[in-house]
């Protein structure tokens, strides 16, 4: 899914992230919370998140607020993880400039030297975790012919309750 985030002077910034979770409290995401986009949601803690399928004339597009997962759901995804994967993670400074490829292979080595084979990697670190985008805002869109597209936008506006209103293409 594409996650587009703005920091407090309005930049924004978009990328793609895999949806790791969905259930009735939303739609989670893992990541480097030290990024650009995990500074940009604890500024701005609202994001939008686009899936496509341009092949179906399909989107859909969510916008809502965000929280941080308990630190066990972090943890247990994070134990879940490959052992290369956990390593790449503590090895990289996501979003910092980094001189070269191989300064990167460098830290991931060092990194991995300090795991002895078999001791296994070390715990979650707390600046890495999960997030949820809790829908505010669901909208559904489906080519059409002549450009008159469906869209159907499902607004929350309170407990449980939302309103469907068709929206001009």
């Given at each position: 899914?594409?996650?587009?985030?703005?920091?407090?002077?309005?930049?924004?910034?978009?990328?793609?992230?895999?949806?790791?979770?969905?259930?009735?409290?939303?739609?989670?995401?893992?990541?480097?919370?030290?990024?650009?986009?995990?500074?940009?949601?604890?500024?701005?803690?609202?994001?939008?998140?686009?899936?496509?399928?341009?092949?179906?004339?399909?989107q859909i597009?969510?916008?809502?607020?965000?929280e941080h997962?308990?630190?066990?759901?972090?943890?247990?995804?994070?134990?879940?993880?490959?052992?290369?994967?956990?390593?790449?993670?503590?090895?990289?400074?996501?979003s910092e400039?980094?001189?070269?490829?191989?300064?990167?292979?460098?830290?991931?080595?060092?990194?991995?030297?300090?795991?002895?084979?078999?001791?296994?990697?070390?715990?979650?670190?707390?600046?890495?975790?999960?997030?949820?985008?809790?829908?505010?805002?669901?909208?559904?869109?489906?080519?059409?012919?002549?450009?008159?597209?469906?869209?159907?936008?499902?607004?929350?506006?309170?407990?449980?309750?939302?309103?469907?209103?068709?929206?001009?293409?």
């Amino acid at each position: 899914m594409v996650l587009a985030t703005a920091a407090l002077d309005g930049t924004p910034g978009a990328r793609t992230v895999l949806l790791k979770g969905l259930d009735e409290g939303g739609l989670a995401f893992f990541t480097n919370l030290g990024s650009r986009k995990g500074h940009e949601l604890a500024e701005n803690p609202r994001a939008a998140l686009v899936f496509s399928w341009p092949s179906l004339q399909r989107q859909i597009v969510i916008d809502g607020a965000v929280e941080h997962l308990p630190p066990e759901e972090s943890d247990a995804y994070w134990e879940g993880r490959p052992p290369g994967s956990r390593l790449g993670a503590l090895a990289s400074s996501q979003s910092e400039p980094v001189a070269s490829r191989e300064v990167l292979e460098r830290r991931y080595e060092e990194v991995a030297a300090r795991c002895p084979e078999g001791g296994g990697v070390p715990p979650r670190p707390e600046w890495w975790g999960g997030l949820r985008v809790v829908p505010s805002q669901v909208e559904l869109w489906q080519g059409r012919p002549d450009r008159l597209h469906d869209r159907l936008r499902y607004r929350a506006v309170g407990a449980g309750e939302w309103v469907v209103e068709r929206l001009a293409p």
